[in-house]
């Protein structure tokens, strides 16, 4: 009996490993080579490099805009790199915005090992950047999240003073993730990283959320349940398409809505 039961715990050992695991490493896709810069679509930009609080040396792009009266930080997915925002920061720019956007540590340029901490720390060390490199006012700069980077946006805003957060593309939890990735293991073998759900009620600033109703791979579902307990003022703008290119798939209303959201702070 003691054999067997010896047996179960290891193999329930190693199935909560194997999980943690998938949790810390099987969700980044990073691409180390940057083969195409904002110049090949006519976009002035400065390439940065800038020291995160535990010493990792991060690369970024700040794209400026004549007349800008806000900044937008953006952070990214869990894939590629910032070469692969280019079409995206575009579109943005046509909001009227400057834009610096950095690759966390593991992704492009960046030094460092992937970590959820980390990227706190990489997106930490770029707000910091604007405001005491670039004088750029807490009140000026807007954050921007698509997906993963979404969490990053919550977790920063939830610690320090912005004009506004955009997430596309938002999910509540990574648990909530997992549990639709793996619905036939129990929850409680999920430990809950990226858990916006519990940092969203402390983010103050305006908020809108960009989701598709066709997302195949953040359900509606997670962005409504974050929506829903997210304080005021908060909009919620519904695309079609695909979770990778509602963007382009609503083009018209994407960009119709951030700029409209811009223009009422």
């Known amino acids: 009996m003691n054999k067997v039961l010896f047996l179960i715990l290891l193999v329930i050992g190693f199935i909560v490993l194997r999980i943690r695991y998938i949790e810390t490493r099987g969700i980044f896709y990073p691409k180390r080579e940057i083969e195409l810069y904002p110049s ?53 720019r046509e909001a009227g ?31 910091n950047y604007l405001v ?16 993963l980077g979404t969490a990053v946006v919550i977790d920063l805003a939830s610690k320090v003073k912005v004009a506004a957060i955009i997430a596309e593309g938002a999910f509540s939890g990574g648990r909530d993730m997992a549990k639709k990735i793996y619905p036939f293991l129990p929850a409680f073998l999920f430990s809950n990283k990226f858990n916006s759900l519990k940092k969203i009620k402390k983010v103050q600033a305006p908020k809108l959320f960009i989701h598709s109703i066709n997302d195949e791979i953040v359900p509606f579902a997670l962005v409504n349940k974050l929506y829903k307990a997210a304080s005021g003022p908060k909009e919620l703008i519904e695309l079609t398409g695909a979770h990778n290119t509602a963007f382009l798939d609503s083009k018209e209303k994407y960009v119709s809505s951030i700029s409209l959201f811009i223009e009422k702070l």
């Open 40 to 92: 090949a679509l006519n976009l002035p930009f400065e390439d940065a490099y800038i020291k995160t609080e535990d010493g990792v040396r991060i690369n970024g792009w700040f794209i400026p805009r004549a007349n800008a009266k806000y900044t937008l930080l953006f952070f990214h997915g869990n894939a590629g790199n910032i070469e692969h925002r280019l079409d995206k920061l575009v579109m943005l």
């Open 97 to 127: 915005v400057n834009i610096f956007i950095i690759d966390y540590r593991g992704f492009g340029k960046s030094e460092g090992r992937l970590t959820e901490e980390g990227f706190y720390l990489d997106a930490n060390a770029a707000y």
């Open 132 to 147: 005491n490199s670039r004088r750029i006012r807490p009140e000026q700069i807007i954050l921007y999240g698509e997906s």
